[in-house]
């Protein structure tokens, strides 16, 4: 039988791996959340000259970025950005996701083929080039277009999960009785057969976060990720790319900051993982 | 595994060098670029191959009938230097008539004759072939030759630039191996893959997209090059260029503006930067009509009181310090570095936050409900800037310029998009204010194309027909064009179409082992010919086998 | 059996022409076409791009330029690249080696590494070697790539100035060098964008093969192996490891597509020219056939894998007979 989702969390928390993972994670939320407050966001010095790309000191732990601004608050302000971005676009994917893939599995026939080709036929072509595509399009909303695109893209594994899932499920002998009294396609759907879903989608969405997390890195590698003054994790990175030799701090704490956070997410998506799977039969 | 990667490599690496180390022959230069040539063939450089990467290659292969002397003034038929053509003559204000060298050879060994000059002028004067051109040349009636040497161009009417425009804009073209083709296949005849040009250095193979290689042509009639060969490789990313050069693998850098932090980096390991005038400038273009609606005017930019203060409000000086250090001035209207008119203009103006307040105040713009942004009838003073993603210095200048606008109460915010959009919006008047950059021919009679009523490429539809009056009259003076000019920019300040940012230079990154250096402003790579290694500094790749 | 792989086969198809549909409207959906990077660096009159615009057929209505594409591609021609000025086909065909060479070998490094360090770890299952590994590798695929090869050109190829820090060969390597020092030459190029792809990828394959091999090893072959009397090494490296490997051979095709985005950002930072920075170019410049003609093969790629590996996953299981 399945597990449900609370259970999932305390199995996961018994694992060593899993705890430090989420004690990480929760260090990375509080600082994100809290850090602001101590380390608003600083703004750009006017004599620019004396104050720019300062090595780590006891005033700039982190040192200074090309506008002089300290990357340690820089640093905490992207956090906020960072991993909001992230927890936003996966909500998004995995609701996308588990809704195509419950009326795929659930209604069959054509319904599941024509969804599942659109599905194998977008998945053909990498996120990357998908997103490179969509980001090009949509710039002018911005944090919340990025958002959207980002989750517009990361929905297709997770609606081939759910719909295997819903398979299975489909031949359990609890929804053909529920299907047997009568319910609703709606009731089974979402009184049923979702709520059994959630075990494998927490783990999909734990490690789709670390993965989207990356995945704004990289767009603001190219230019096209959360736009300046904004901080972003991914946006400091770039900043720091063209005196990565000679003011090697700038990139290397908000690029400490993405390891940490995604090591963090995985470390605890892997434990919930191995939760999920040592419970199923 | 990685240790056994690395001892393998290693063991490679020493037999490479063991190998290559055998011949010895003067010279390579290896130069690492953005992007690729794709088609450095004068008369094909229009439309997607308009780019500056094709004109610096097409200026190794094809000479041209004179140029210009560096820093000199367009105006100036005196400070020319011989190319293709030995010597020249007036015959009246609308005859120009150049004496080709018997010596000109194309690389095929055939002779450079008149008659291949009338035929590359033909076909850039048609408007069909090279629309571009054939705008620029307007000037120009006829080219024809008296003989195989001698070509007599005549011009519509007297105007100060004849010469630079009979120079400047056509590179002769091989007719023995161009006229039997049909003038739109050449661009993907034989001849584009590897074209036969008349310069000091001959094509010798491509690999498209990643390297173009040339080889000194022995006999080159203007003298014997002091490079064996020269390799352009292409790598898309800033700092894989930069790491191509700190790694020792290439040995100069075109970067139109540097990280000023890596200037030591570079020092270190044997490169020095060459700092020559650049024909680009920087500018945020206001839109004087309502975005995307040409029908209507802009309810903020329209005003030329708040383009002033736009410009006003910002402390240009300090932006370029901290940004661009010594590699740039502010320009006094769109003027580049590389234009003799930047030497005879006036300093812009400083920062003025009074004054930028005050017409501020005259036009309206008020902050009436204490939140720190101005507003006029509720509507605040809310611009956004379009900057393309692909130009970090764009991306910081402008996060400059949006703290010092915020000091005024003016609420500058910024989208930046990736190149395709941003000319989209460019192209369809889209914006409010977006970060242009425009690199133009060496001649202020290039500006009206962009800075005039009318101009094609006029995106803004700012008009002031006073300053298009005054540049019209300067095209066409008999004098001193020089005043007439300076009085024309002057007005174009006042009407503050655009806040002009950064005047750069160009910046080259070049080892130290090459002497007798000249780089020319807008093609760097020109007068590598007469470059050479110093004795004793070779290196490995100088030893070119032949 | 032959009825299952023709329907595979048809499925194949379908998806690839779904893909590059999908792509043909999402480009054509962003605004800006490959004429209008034009006037960036010098004024374009409106004319004169409208005419430019009609020679490459940008001017045509979208279906017409769909259908225009489709009957050429079935033809097996992807036009000329805009930008480069040059048929797709011969653009792609000079940069697939560097891909093939860079994405098949991380391909292999990944598979081959990850299932053997995968394996060792079940074997020595929750000992301190087990769980270092574990960390270090998640924290390796926790690397953005780009950062990564960034330190590794900086370290490696400036510091050091052990291995080139770009490029697929050497350009002055003399056309006449003997095979072997053009081989070595490659290699040396090849070594560091490589081991940041593989370093980025490995710890994906070590976990699923982890769990693989420790289910391999719960499963009673095993202790039926071990009652007859079979050496502990000979079960574990040939029975538990073979039967461990199945889902490993699935991943092979659902990797395809993470090795082809995560190359855009190796090649970009290492000059490696492969098809992932091409396609980046070619969305950048907005060159509509080159971009369809890399996202076509990259599709194709991609739908090859997954139906090797099911075909693959079918030979080897006999669980899996298809229906």
């Not at chain 1, 599942?116 to 053909?124: C, E, I, K, L, S």
């Not at chain 3, 860079?102 to 391909?107: K, N």
């Amino acid at each position: 039988m399945n597990v449900s989702a609370p259970s999932l969390l305390r199995r996961a928390m018994g694992v060593a791996n899993g705890r430090a993972g989420a004690v990480a994670l929760l260090a990375i939320a509080l600082f994100a959340l809290a850090a602001p407050l101590a380390l608003p966001d600083p703004a750009i010095q006017f004599d620019i000259v004396d104050g720019a790309l300062l090595p780590p000191s006891v005033m700039h732990p982190f040192g200074t970025d090309h506008l002089s601004r300290d990357v340690l608050s820089r640093v905490a302000n992207g956090a906020r950005i960072s991993l909001a971005v992230a927890v936003i676009a996966v909500a998004l994917s995995i609701t996308l996701g588990a809704v195509v893939g419950l009326v795929a599995g659930f209604f069959g026939g054509a319904v599941d083929t024509i969804l599942m080709r659109a599905v194998d036929g977008a998945m053909a072509i990498p996120r990357l080039f998908l997103l490179l595509l969509l980001v090009a399009a949509w710039d002018r909303l911005p944090l919340a277009a990025l958002i959207l695109v980002i989750g517009a893209t990361g929905w297709l594994g997770t609606s081939r999960l759910v719909r295997a899932e819903v398979l299975r499920l489909r031949e359990v002998e609890f929804i053909r009785s529920a299907q047997a009294l009568g319910a609703g396609a709606r009731r089974v759907m979402f009184r049923h057969l979702l709520p059994n879903t959630l075990g494998p989608l927490s783990v999909a969405a734990m490690l789709g976060v670390g993965d989207v997390i990356l995945l704004e890195a990289g767009l603001s590698f190219l230019g096209l990720g959360v736009r300046p003054p904004t901080p972003s994790w991914g946006g400091m990175i770039l900043d720091g790319k063209d005196v990565l030799q000679a003011a090697p701090w700038v990139s290397l704490f908000p690029g400490l900051a993405i390891v940490a956070t995604v090591l963090a997410i995985n470390l605890f998506g892997e434990a919930l993982r191995r939760a999920a799977d040592s419970g199923s039969p | 595994m990685l240790r056994t990667t690395l001892a393998i490599s290693l063991l490679f690496g020493l037999v490479a060098c063991d190998a290559s180390a055998q011949r010895r022959l003067p010279g390579t230069l290896v130069i690492v670029s953005g992007e690729y040539a794709t088609l450095p063939v004068p008369t094909l450089m229009e439309g997607p191959a308009s780019t500056t990467e094709n004109t610096h290659v097409a200026d190794l292969l094809f000479l041209r009938l004179a140029v210009e002397g560096p820093g000199r003034s367009t105006l100036d038929e005196s400070g020319y230097e011989p190319q293709l053509a030995r010597s020249w003559s007036r015959r009246d204000s609308l005859t120009l008539v150049f004496e080709l060298d018997p010596r000109a050879r194309w690389h095929d060994g055939r002779n450079v004759t008149a008659e291949d000059v009338v035929f590359t002028f033909q076909r850039a004067m048609n408007p069909v072939i090279a629309p571009s051109l054939a705008e620029l040349l307007q000037g120009i009636d006829a080219v024809r030759s008296e003989g195989q040497r001698r070509v007599v161009i005549s011009f519509k009417r007297p105007y100060p630039e004849q010469f630079f425009d009979a120079t400047h804009y056509v590179q002769p073209l091989p007719a023995h191996l161009l006229r039997a083709l049909d003038p739109d296949s050449i661009a993907i005849s034989d001849f584009a893959q590897a074209p036969v040009g008349n310069g000091a250095f001959r094509w010798s193979r491509a690999v498209p997209g990643q390297l173009l290689e040339f080889t000194a042509n022995p006999a080159f009639f203007l003298g014997r090059p002091g490079i064996g060969r020269i390799v352009i490789r292409v790598a898309t990313d800033a700092s894989a260029r930069l790491n191509l050069l700190l790694s020792g693998e290439a040995d100069a850098l075109r970067a139109p503006v540097p990280p000023l932090s890596n200037r030591d980096q570079l020092e270190a390991r044997g490169f020095r930067l060459v700092t020559i005038p650049s024909s680009s400038v920087g500018y945020l273009l206001f839109n004087t009509h309502a975005r995307g609606d040409s029908a209507r005017p802009h309810p903020i930019l329209a005003d030329v009181r708040v383009r002033r203060a736009l410009v006003l409000a910002l402390d240009r000086d300090a932006m370029l310090r901290s940004m661009l250090g010594p590699y740039a001035k502010v320009p006094y209207g769109p003027i580049p570095t590389s234009l003799w008119l930047s030497e005879l203009a006036p300093k812009a103006a400083d920062r003025d936050s009074m004054q930028a307040a005050q017409l501020l105040d005259a036009a309206g713009w008020r902050d009436s409900n204490g939140d720190g942004i101005r507003d006029r009838n509720g509507a605040p003073l809310a611009l956004t800037v379009e900057v393309p993603g692909t130009s970090m210095l764009r991306r910081r200048l402008t996060e400059i310029a949006m703290a010092q606008h915020r000091e005024l109460g003016i609420d500058l915010s910024m989208t930046v998009s990736d190149r395709g959009v941003w000319m989209e919006r460019l192209n369809g008047g889209n914006f409010d204010v977006i970060f242009g950059s425009l690199s133009q021919e060496p001649t202020p009679s290039a500006f009206p194309q962009t800075w005039s009523c009318e101009g094609s490429g006029n995106a803004s539809g700012w008009c002031e027909p006073v300053v298009d009056s005054l540049m019209t009259a300067a095209r066409r003076a008999t004098g001193d064009a020089t005043p007439v000019w300076l009085a024309a920019m002057r007005a174009l300040e006042e009407s503050a179409p655009a806040a002009f940012l950064y005047a750069p230079y160009d910046v080259v990154a070049l080892h130290r082992r090459f002497e007798n250096v000249s780089l020319r402003p807008g093609s760097p790579w020109m007068m590598a010919w007469r470059w050479r290694v110093r004795r004793g500094a070779e290196i490995a790749r100088d030893r070119v086998p032949r | 059996m032959a009825r299952w792989l023709a329907r595979r086969l048809l499925h194949a198809v379908l998806t690839v022409a779904i893909a590059i549909t999908l792509a043909f409207f999402l480009m054509r959906l962003a605004p800006g076409d490959p004429l209008s990077r034009l006037g960036d660096e010098r004024p374009m009159p409106a004319s004169e791009l409208a005419g430019l615009r009609a020679r490459y057929g940008l001017d045509q209505p979208l279906l017409a330029q769909y259908t225009t594409f489709v009957a050429a591609a079935v033809g097996g021609d992807f036009g000329r690249s805009i930008h480069y000025g040059r048929p797709v086909r011969e653009i792609i065909l000079d940069r697939l080696p560097a891909s093939l060479l860079l994405g098949g070998g991380a391909l292999l490094l990944t598979m081959l590494g990850g299932a053997l360090l995968g394996a060792l770890q079940a074997l020595r299952r929750d000992s301190l070697l087990d769980r270092t590994a574990g960390v270090v590798s998640l924290a390796a695929y926790a690397t953005p790539s780009f950062w990564l090869g960034l330190v590794l050109a900086w370290l490696v190829g400036i510091e050091w100035r052990l291995l080139p820090v770009g490029g697929f060969r050497d350009p002055l390597l003399a056309a006449d060098a003997s095979w072997m020092l053009q081989v070595a030459d490659v290699l040396r190029h090849l070594a560091l964008p490589l081991l940041t792809l593989t370093i980025v990828s490995i710890g994906a394959v070590m976990r699923y093969q982890r769990t693989a091999m420790l289910e391999a090893l719960a499963q009673p072959f095993v202790a039926a192996a071990r009652a007859r009397g079979l050496s502990e090494r000979r079960i574990r490296w040939r029975h538990a490891l073979r039967t461990s490997l199945f889902p490993i051979v699935t991943l092979l095709g659902l990797w395809l597509p993470v090795l082809a985005a995560g190359s855009v950002f190796v090649e970009s930072v290492f000059a490696w020219p492969g098809l992932g920075s091409l396609a980046a170019e070619a969305v950048g410049t907005r060159d509509y056939p080159l971009l369809m003609g890399v996202t076509l093969l990259v599709a194709v790629l991609v739908v090859l894998g997954g139906l090797l590996a099911d075909i693959a996953y079918a030979a080897l299981d006999p669980r899996v007979r298809p229906a």
